[in-house]
């Protein structure tokens, strides 16, 4: 599956997709209610096919709730559902049930098999209204889902999710394979020793967002100057993360060109978030990891991940000798068996490198060392 981003016109027909959203977020309180007092009464969890058949019986009594279609409210039941099975799951990890959202709030609804229409070009039918859409590129593939999400600022995206039929065969064009090292000081240390800085994006705009942050809370709530100023402290965080996005792209793209195989640890970020925080936040490793596999699978390149149990930091890289302990002070340190001197980030890329490298199959280390005798 392949996932595609459209910006939708700003037009006044817009407000019909807007009451849709509004009328799918009343659906959803009125689910969530429904789940917690069916557990009161039964002590069971309900149903996601007995929510379905209730609700579209009280969607014919309603006009306002028939504005949004079918499959989007089985959406909506679809989607509580998931989410308490990830609870039923996962509650001892500390994964909360899902609660009630407030309307002006909720994001988005999705629709499936109809309710919408492609008439060429870059325009799509939704119900019974026609928008136009930035056509940033072709649409190929069959069409699964569509989903209308609205922005923080009101804006509006149409978000399609085709079928990709793109071959995912490995092809070997540099024959090299290299590991990667997080960081908190540089983003990226690689097993070639060379170090990328991260440009820590909302650090440089922290004065900036608290002082639009200031304005708002001065605001009288409810007022049309704090609706101003809110959207003001939006666009500043936006402009953040449109600058970390592009230049996560960027990184991806150079990454991909020289390397054919990237070996990475799997990290524990929210457990670093509770160490370190708005510094973990800034510098968005999950979101450059999914940028990156997307990237590499249209490249047809292999990203690797590696146990986040292997001690990576503290296996020296020349003789594996493996320490006891090592504080996160120590930068650099010697090993007691083969006496070599072991940088902390890149020793720990080399040991990614060696330990992805040996997950890769039989026929993939064939084709690799081909290309690199090329």
Known sequence: MKTLKFKLYQHKRNRFLKRMINASGIIYNHCIALHKRYYRMWGKHLSCAKLQSHIAKLRKCNPFWQTVGSQSVQDICQRIEKAYQLFFKHNKKGVRPPGFKKVKKYKSFTLKQSGYKFLGGNRVKIGNKVYQFWKSREIEGTVKTLTIKRTPLGELFMIIVVDDCSNSKIKFATGRIAGFDFGLKTFLTCSDGTKIESPQFLKQSLNAIRKASRQHSKKLKGSSNRERFRKNLVRKYEDISHRRRDWFW????????????????????????????RKISDLARREFLQILEWIAKKKHKQVVFVDQWYPSTKTCSSCGHILEKLDLSIRRWRCPSCQSENDRDENASLNIKRVGSSTLGVGDVRQSQTAISV
């Open 250 to 277: 960027k990184l991806a793209h150079k990454l991909t060109d020289n390397f054919d195989v990237l070996c990475f640890e799997t990290l524990n970020l929210k457990g670093m978030q509770r160490l370190w925080g």
